[in-house]
């Protein structure tokens, strides 16, 4: 269990209780004393282990979805997430249907199986004998010619919470490919692992827009990738207006307040270093320093939570962070090397040299801010190490979605007032927002 996990039971699991309680009773009437307290055991210890089963867009496409598919040639944009409750691949699910042809795969970053750190290039997946498409690199959208045998394009990918993380492009480019070819887009709904609830950092400036931001929402966003999907078809974000043929497949099970271990679904890590669920809730956060000279982490084992460099004193910079008493956080000092790793890391800041710095160990996650965390250790580094620390623009620009936290945080501007002119973003934002919840 995650540092400050907090176990939850739900009303459904006091009636698992109580239908426990009754089996004992009855078996305390039929057996030894023995066998009675072994089934107590057995019977009690479920209790503890129950959790909810969220049903995926992907699990529900078969048994409550399957008009959407058959007899048409499928197009599927997905990756190694894009499992079922059983484990088996979707598009391994699609090739062995009878009543559907998938005729063409499509992958975002990191590849169909997710083990790859940088250009990808067409290629023929090996279970199945279909033609791989890369959708990173030298094409981040499906061309008319890859669309050309298709009937229907679908969409399963993990996302992970954030404006950054690049599959959210990957759903806006091809929504777009498919409006554009006129054929149908559909959406296989996914959890959003941090919740759906929070929404925070700025909202990005339309002159900023790149493969990691491409449209108007917040860092973080509270919405999965059905709602994004949503959000951008009918706000006429796609290039030029256009407007897909957009279906929805939504889960079943899933709430708002849900951590991604609240689900009932294994973690699958959506990118390589995106490791765990504690990754993925500082990552809003952290991944900002990425615009920096300052190692994120990538090259070590815990990527976004390891920040530091050569010149940092990392028990200083601990000191400083922790006097902000920010909540469900603690700062502790480390010094690691990163490591060139071909899968994850090929070229990490700092490789093979010593690094000092903190390690973000999130103590209570309900009360943790990413965005707020991030800005106060960026703030932090450019105060301590002014002559060191330096920003990788226009990267730094790109990542936050204005320049206004760069500028703000050399001109010495409190991390609190950066915070509050974010904030004042949100509240428009959380307005729109709200149209396009489906949970």
């Given at each position: 269990?995650?540092?400050?996990?907090?176990?939850?039971?739900?009303?459904?699991?006091?009636?698992?209780?109580?239908?426990?309680?009754?089996?004992?009773?009855?078996?305390?009437?039929?057996?030894?004393?023995?066998?009675?307290?072994?089934?107590?055991?057995?019977?009690?210890?479920?209790?503890?282990?129950?959790?909810?089963?969220?049903?995926?867009?992907?699990?529900?496409?078969?048994?409550?979805?399957?008009?959407?598919?058959?007899?048409?040639?499928?197009?599927?944009?997905?990756?190694?997430?894009?499992?079922?409750?059983?484990?088996?691949?979707?598009?391994?699910?699609?090739?062995?249907?009878?009543?559907?042809?998938?005729?063409?795969?499509?992958?975002?970053?990191?590849?169909?199986?997710?083990?790859?750190?940088?250009?990808?290039?067409?290629?023929?997946?090996?279970?199945?004998?279909?033609?791989?498409?890369?959708?990173?690199?030298?094409?981040?959208?499906?061309?008319?010619?890859?669309?050309?045998?298709?009937?229907?394009?679908?969409?399963?990918?993990?996302?992970?919470?954030?404006?950054?993380?690049?599959?959210?492009?990957?759903?806006?480019?091809?929504?777009?490919?498919?409006?554009?070819?006129?054929?149908?887009?559909?959406?296989?709904?996914?959890?959003?692992?941090?919740?759906?609830?929070?929404?925070?950092?700025?909202?990005?400036?339309?002159?900023?827009?790149?493969?990691?931001?491409?449209?108007?929402?917040?860092?973080?966003?509270?919405?999965?990738?059905?709602?994004?999907?949503?959000?951008?078809?009918?706000?006429?974000?796609?290039?030029n207006g256009v407007k897909a043929r957009l279906t929805v497949v939504p889960m079943e099970g899933w709430k708002r307040t849900m951590w991604y271990d609240e689900t009932g679904?294994?973690?699958?890590?959506?990118?390589?270093?995106?490791?765990?669920?504690?990754?993925?809730?500082?990552?809003?956060?952290?991944?900002?320093?990425?615009?920096?000279?300052?190692?994120?982490?990538?090259?070590?084992?815990?990527?976004?939570?390891?920040?530091?460099?050569?010149?940092?004193?990392?028990?200083?910079?601990?000191?400083?962070?922790?006097?902000?008493?920010?909540?469900?956080?603690?700062?502790?000092?480390?010094?690691?090397?990163p490591t060139a790793d071909r899968r994850t890391a090929p070229r990490p800041k700092h490789s093979g040299v010593v690094c000092s710095g903190v390690f973000v160990r999130v103590?209570?996650?309900?009360?943790?801010?990413?965005?707020?965390?991030?800005?106060?250790?960026?703030?932090?580094?450019?105060?301590?190490?002014?002559?060191?620390?330096?920003?990788?623009?226009?990267?730094?620009?790109?990542?936050?979605?204005?320049?206004?936290?760069?500028?703000?945080?050399?001109?010495?501007?409190?991390?609190?007032?950066?915070?509050?002119?974010?904030?004042?973003?949100?509240?428009?934002?959380?307005?729109l927002r709200r149209k396009y919840l489906l949970y």
């Amino acid at each position: 269990m995650e540092a400050g996990f907090r176990p939850h039971v739900s009303a459904k699991v006091e009636t698992c209780f109580a239908r426990h309680v009754s089996q004992i009773m009855v078996a305390f009437s039929h057996f030894t004393f023995c066998s009675s307290l072994f089934l107590l055991f057995t019977l009690c210890s479920s209790l503890f282990t129950v959790s909810a089963q969220v049903k995926t867009g992907a699990d529900l496409l078969f048994s409550k979805s399957s008009h959407l598919i058959e007899g048409k040639r499928v197009g599927l944009v997905t990756n190694h997430t894009g499992l079922l409750l059983d484990g088996t691949h979707l598009a391994d699910a699609l090739h062995r249907n009878r009543t559907t042809r998938l005729v063409a795969l499509f992958g975002p970053e990191h590849g169909i199986r997710g083990d790859v750190d940088g250009e990808l290039r067409d290629t023929v997946d090996e279970a199945t004998g279909v033609p791989v498409y890369s959708l990173y690199g030298r094409a981040y959208k499906p061309s008319p010619a890859m669309l050309r045998d298709i009937d229907l394009l679908l969409f399963d990918i993990q996302d992970i919470g954030a404006r950054f993380y690049t599959y959210v492009s990957t759903l806006s480019y091809s929504m777009e490919a498919a409006a554009e070819a006129g054929i149908p887009f559909v959406v296989l709904d996914r959890p959003n692992p941090v919740r759906g609830t929070a929404v925070a950092g700025f909202v990005l400036e339309d002159s900023l827009g790149s493969f990691v931001g491409l449209h108007r929402i917040p860092i973080v966003h509270g919405m999965t990738v059905g709602e994004l999907a949503l959000l951008f078809n009918n706000e006429g974000w796609l290039a030029n207006g256009v407007k897909a043929r957009l279906t929805v497949v939504p889960m079943e099970g899933w709430k708002r307040t849900m951590w991604y271990d609240e689900t009932g679904l294994p973690w699958i890590a959506p990118s390589p270093n995106m490791k765990s669920l504690s990754t993925a809730i500082v990552y809003p956060g952290m991944c900002l320093v990425e615009g920096t000279n300052v190692s994120e982490g990538r090259g070590t084992s815990s990527p976004f939570e390891t920040i530091g460099a050569p010149f940092v004193n990392g028990e200083l910079f601990a000191r400083e962070l922790n006097g902000a008493h920010l909540p469900g956080v603690a700062f502790e000092p480390i010094r690691f090397t990163p490591t060139a790793d071909r899968r994850t890391a090929p070229r990490p800041k700092h490789s093979g040299v010593v690094c000092s710095g903190v390690f973000v160990r999130v103590v209570d996650r309900e009360s943790y801010d990413a965005i707020r965390a991030g800005i106060f250790v960026l703030s932090t580094l450019r105060r301590l190490y002014p002559g060191d620390f330096k920003w990788s623009v226009p990267r730094i620009d790109r990542l936050a979605g204005t320049r206004k936290l760069r500028e703000k945080i050399d001109a010495g501007v409190s991390p609190e007032a950066i915070m509050r002119d974010a904030d004042n973003e949100i509240d428009r934002f959380s307005l729109l927002r709200r149209k396009y919840l489906l949970y």
